[in-house]
């Protein structure tokens, strides 16, 4: 069963149709890549994904599971975590407190136990702090774990941000442009992470880059998206050697 | 009879707050603000006009005349010193600050003119109507306020259209950014709306005191707020919005205060704004703004 | 790990040391005879302002909505522990029992209140929010004015026209008496009991803010989109920070409501200009800095008191205070100013570039 299925999918603004017939399945343990020229509608299809959109036509299952028109967090406590293209931290709170907001869900006591100081409380701090600590440790952030977010340079707010979405304990994990800003040698270390994450976490991956270095350097499939519609998906090296593709970017 | 009677002075009660509302919803539209001080820019216009005609005997237009050009250029002021230097901060520091104001205005008000109620002076020349064989008594203050504000709406209308001040101020309050990069100096922009409200306020000012004529350092600010929540839910940036709010507001506690119970009646107006937001959360014409995710 | 834990308790640590520093020192100053009978009247009422202040935050500061109805809250909390006062004079004699009992209801009731408004309210935007909270403070305001609340030998009579209407039989008593609100309420307040429930707030509030709700709520201020993305459901957070907020004011309200003889509701007392005041202690302290609003609390209410030599002048000078501080505080070119200065002093300490980029 595949990881991730979507079929039809389609969504229109005003009138315009931003996402038209959108058809991806990725396997489990896949590192895809959704590429296309700016406008494409890539972001739209990974709002339509997590919930922020719902879909006017089309299914998405998620490891056999129907998530269709579901809200964010149904969808997220159903496995699936994402990052943003503008990066989304908690600003005002610490490195650390961002990701135990990650551990939520999975590391519960009431707010009574919480305002009263129950045992409970110190346990499940504990855990959380152990388990955020772990998380941080895995991208090299564990020194500034009581930094403020927004003190962080900017590679490492969107090392946090991963870290973060990770902590949501996913299956598939959707990165909207991660290599976004960076230098070479950033984004060179940034590729290394994905990988090292895939292969930990045992994580699918889903990524959307106009990075080619990255997309070809780690992304096993694609999907090109053009004008809302699916141009064209395979390979990664057959995909990157398709002249309709590359007209799409470079225009005729 | 009676109810028509009602109705008319709702609706002159409401044009009043129309024209408030409309200082608020282009400062809001255009500036991106606030005003918490606007309420009480129209007690300083009252108290302008008292002083010119009951203290100093002036004519009536040479108050109105003076209370304008007062309340303009406290308006312009108090944008320069406390709103100017706030751009780009949060929207609630700039909020306290024009809190801060509106508290300066009416303390200041207060140390000149101790905190008595007043007696205003009408500056409405105009004789009432007496219709229907007398049943139905129209003041001549109401008439006036309705042509006031009818002659506002439509000429600031105009103005927004059709001169160049008036677009740029259209521009400004759809992408700032963007007017400043086809050469709008926003700066000024923004200073000529708040003369535009502030002369507006002053005028409210001159009708609302002629009306209901009780003037302290208090006086602006429940019509203030009850303005306020008219250009909210008129939709609050849009011009006829701000008309569609005062007038329904003003209708709505007249009428109340009629037939329900005088203090109610401001419990029946807010309602009426809750319920409005829970359906339609922009306001009647409001604009919906959708986030980027 | 253990050096963030106690960084977070000292700071706690130091807030509750300064309470009850204040009420130390007011203690030895009020033995020794030292208290004017002016600033004794002012002790309750500081205590009261405080709490407010405080509860407040956690929804501007730390939920990060703006509410200009929390007076609204504490007329609920006050006139509905008034009223249990005042009802169980015949089974509770004990002022002390009434007036414990009084708190818990008061409270709860400005809870409810608080999850009711906050259902439909919580949803609109930023400025929508504020008129609307505006809008319901005023409403309950209203409200309470026509209220008309009696007691017999047949149960309770209930009216909002007026004390006839009732139709109370000769023996039954009036309560809730309209504009007139609620009268013969024992003065159970002191200033030690408004110390202990200020304590009780901060314990509340500031265990809240350290724990996973806290970060939920804060979470939600920060990026809401981004809090939804990890699962974490925005309405539950909201209508918890608000209905806490607003039980917390209640529980002020009820202390204010037992320092009088009589509790009417008007626009001085619970008016859209006390919500404002409140917010702008709370704004002046430190938005999310708990500390800082008692602090802002205390003094700007009992400043304005001890300056009353100025007289006229004081209410215009806080007025130019507050806009000075604003501009100050938050101008983008006294930020800007502010932190070239931070960084020379930063690198004239530790002779390089400072830790944290």
């Known amino acids: 069963m595949a990881m991730l299925e979507a079929k039809n999918l389609g969504i229109s603004f005003g009138g315009l149709k931003a996402v038209d017939n959108f058809n991806l399945t990725i396997e489990k343990g896949e590192l895809y890549g959704l590429i296309g020229p700016n406008g494409a509608g890539k972001t739209t299809v990974f709002n339509l994904l997590t919930g922020v959109y719902k879909p006017d ?75 955020a600590m772990e998380l941080l440790k895995v991208f090299d952030l564990d020194g500034e774990y009581d930094y403020k977010a927004s003190n962080l340079p900017y590679g490492k707010q969107r090392k946090l941000e991963i870290a973060r979405a990770l902590a949501t304990d996913p299956k598939l994990l959707l990165l909207d442009e991660p290599a976004a800003g960076m230098n070479p040698n950033e984004t060179a270390e940034l590729m290394e992470t994905i990988g090292f994450v895939r292969k930990e976490f045992d994580m699918t991956i889903l990524l959307i880059e106009h990075d080619m270095k990255l997309v070809s350097g780690i992304c096993e499939k694609l999907t090109v998206l053009n004008f809302g519609q699916v141009l064209t998906w395979g390979e990664t090296s057959e995909v990157l050697n398709d002249k309709r593709v590359i007209t799409a970017y470079l225009g005729e | 009879m009676s109810f028509l009677s009602y109705l008319i002075s709702g609706i002159s009660l409401g044009s009043i707050y129309a024209i408030i509302a409309l200082g608020y919803t282009m400062v809001y539209g255009i500036a991106r603000m606030l005003n918490f001080a606007h309420g009480d820019i129209i007690m300083v216009g009252g108290f302008a006009i008292f002083t010119m005609v009951s203290t100093l005997g002036m004519a009536p237009l040479v108050g109105i005349v003076t209370a304008a050009a007062v309340c303009t250029l406290l308006g312009v002021t108090i944008e320069f010193v406390a709103y100017r230097p706030l751009r780009g901060a949060s929207s609630l520091a700039v909020l306290i600050t024009a809190i801060g104001v509106s508290y300066l205005l009416q303390n200041l008000a207060l140390l000149i003119f101790g905190s008595n109620a007043r007696q205003f002076t009408s500056v409405v020349m105009v004789p009432g109507l007496a219709l229907a064989g007398g049943r139905l008594t129209i003041s001549g203050e109401t008439i006036v306020t309705i042509i006031v504000c009818v002659v506002i709406m439509v000429s600031l209308t105009a103005f927004i259209n059709k001169t160049r001040i008036g677009q740029a101020m259209l521009a400004v309050s759809e992408d700032r950014g963007a007017a400043t990069l086809m050469g709008i100096n926003v700066n000024k922009t923004i200073a000529i709306t708040f003369a535009i409200g502030s002369a507006l306020a002053a005028i409210a000012g001159a009708l609302l005191c002629s009306t209901y004529p009780s003037l302290t350092p208090y006086t602006g600010s429940m019509p203030g ?69 | 790990m253990k050096v963030k834990k106690n960084k977070i308790l000292i700071q706690n640590g130091i807030t509750y040391a300064m309470v009850i520093l204040f009420w130390a020192v007011i203690q030895l100053l009020l033995a020794g005879g030292h208290v004017s009978s002016l600033l004794k009247g002012l002790l309750v009422p500081l205590c009261i302002y ?123 008593e009036v309560i809730v008496k309209g504009a007139q609100g609620i009268t013969g309420t024992p003065r159970a307040a002191t200033f030690t009991i408004g110390i202990l429930l200020l304590l009780l707030t901060l314990v509340i509030v500031l265990n809240l803010i350290n724990s996973r709700t ?25 209508l918890m920070a608000f209905s806490i907020s607003a039980a917390l004011a209640g529980m002020a309200g009820v202390l204010y409501a037992h320092s009088l003889a009589t509790l009417a509701a008007t626009s001085a007392n619970f008016g859209y200009n006390k919500s404002i005041m409140i917010l702008v202690f709370v704004v002046l302290g430190g938005l999310g800095n708990i500390r800082g609003s008692v602090i802002a609390a205390i003094v700007l209410t009992a400043l304005p008191e001890l300056l009353r030599g100025l007289n006229d002048y004081r209410m215009l000078i806080y007025a130019i205070v507050l806009i000075a501080m604003m501009l100050f505080n938050s101008s983008p070119k006294a930020i800007e100013l502010r932190s070239v200065v931070m960084d020379k002093i930063r690198r004239g300490q530790s002779g390089s570039a400072p830790k944290e980029v």
């Open chain 1, 57 to 131: 036509l089309g299914t998405i299952h998620l490891d056999g599971r129907n998530i269709t028109g579901k809200k964010t967090i149904e969808i997220n406590q159903a496995g699936i975590a994402r990052t943003f293209q503008n990066i989304r931290l908690f600003k005002e709170l610490s490195v650390l407190d961002n990701v135990k907001a990650g551990l939520h869900n999975h590391h519960p006591y009431s707010t009574l136990e919480g305002i009263f100081r129950l045992p409970k409380y110190y346990k499940v701090e504990r855990e959380m702090n152990d388990r």
């Open chain 2, 225 to 293: 707020i009850k303005a306020f929540v008219a250009a909210v839910f008129g939709g609050i940036g849009s011009i006829p919005g701000a008309l569609l709010g005062g007038i329904i507001l003003g209708v709505v506690e007249n009428l109340s205060k009629a037939y329900i119970s005088s203090q109610l009646s401001d419990a029946i107006v807010f309602s009426l704004l809750i319920v409005i937001l829970l359906v339609r959360p922009t306001g009647i014409l409001g604009k919906k703004i959708n986030e980027k995710v």
């Open chain 3, 50 to 172: 405080a709490i407010l202040a405080v509860s407040l935050n956690l929804t501007v500061g730390i939920l990060g909505e703006l509410s200009l109805g929390h007076a609204g809250f504490m007329c609920v909390g006050a006139f509905t522990g008034a009223f249990v006062t005042r009802c169980m004079e015949a089974p509770l004699p004990s002022v002390g029992a009434r007036f414990f009992l009084a708190l818990l209801v008061g409270s709860a009731v400005a809870g409810v209140f608080g999850i009711l408004i906050g259902i439909p309210v919580l949803r609109l935007k930023g400025d929508y929010l504020a008129i609307v909270t505006l809008a319901f403070g005023e409403i309950i305001k209203n409200l309470i004015n026509v209220m008309f609340i009696g007691r017999d030998s047949r149960g309770f009579h209930f009216s909002i026209k007026d004390t006839l209407s009732l139709g109370l039989e000769a023996d039954g």
């Open chain 3, 214 to 238: 806290g970060r939920a709520i804060m979470s939600i201020r920060d990026n809401r989109i981004a809090a939804e993305s990890i699962g974490i459901n925005i309405t539950k957070y909201k």
